[in-house]
């Protein structure tokens, strides 16, 4: 069984502060996949990276692949109120399925 | 957007009841996802289908059922619901392309009493 951790679980800033989330996983996957989510609503896709070392940037967020493909991170610069959400991650597996590996989450909170 | 109906949006039911949720893609995708979100656990696959009449278990499948009898339709099932099934399911679509990017449509919140 593959599995996830995300950390951290909360976090709570205030704007204009920088912060990282992590993704860490002994196992290697196919690819990894960044998404929000706001209440109410289903997760939105950010990136999805596949190669190993591989750097995407959307906007203010800065999202990179760990070069063994086991672990992710997703960077955001000068957070603002609008990213206040819940930031998920998903491992792609070698698996007859395509299922993907959630981690557990990490809820976002942007203080003006 | 990737074209993914799911309907109802709420529903209550009481124990005991049967209850059909109904995702609906418009874009032909052949892999479709159900997936339960709760709180202190994330998101678990349910099950998934590969294809028409295609289907298998996730990682929480039991007291559910599914059917796919066209591309665009993937039905979940509880045969009984039970308080224990009380959640937020989503369902969820691959592209196709090489990669296992999922997309997810906006869930179906639902109580069993």
């Known amino acids: 069984t593959q599995l996830l951790e995300q950390s951290p679980q909360f976090l709570s800033i205030q704007e204009g502060e920088n912060l990282t989330v992590y993704c860490n996983s002994s196992s290697v996957f196919s690819s990894l996949q960044w998404y929000r989510q706001e209440p109410g609503e289903g997760p939105v896709l950010l990136v999805t990276?596949?190669?190993?070392?591989e750097v995407k940037k959307l906007k203010r967020l800065t999202f990179q692949f760990g070069d063994a493909r086991k672990d992710s991170s997703l960077h955001i610069t000068a957070a603002q109120p609008g990213d206040t959400g819940l930031y998920l991650c998903a491992g792609g597996g070698y698996n007859a399925g395509n299922m993907l590996t959630f981690g557990g989450g990490t809820r976002l909170m942007v203080k003006p | 957007d990737a074209g993914i109906t799911q309907s109802p949006r709420h529903k209550v039911t009481e124990t005991g009841t049967p209850v059909t949720l109904r995702c609906h893609q418009t874009?032909?995708?052949?892999?479709m996802y159900w997936y339960r979100q709760d709180p202190g656990h994330g998101l678990r696959l349910i099950h998934y289908s590969y294809g028409v009449k295609d289907t298998d278990k996730g990682e929480v499948s039991d007291g559910y059922s599914v059917s796919r009898s066209k591309t665009e339709d993937f039905l979940l099932t509880l045969e009984s619901a039970t308080s224990s099934q009380t959640s937020v399911y989503f369902c969820a679509i691959r592209t196709s392309g090489g990669t296992d990017t999922q997309y997810f449509g906006p869930g179906t919140r639902l109580t069993v009493l």
């Open positions: 874009e032909n995708h052949r892999y």
């Open positions: 990276v596949v190669t190993g070392g």
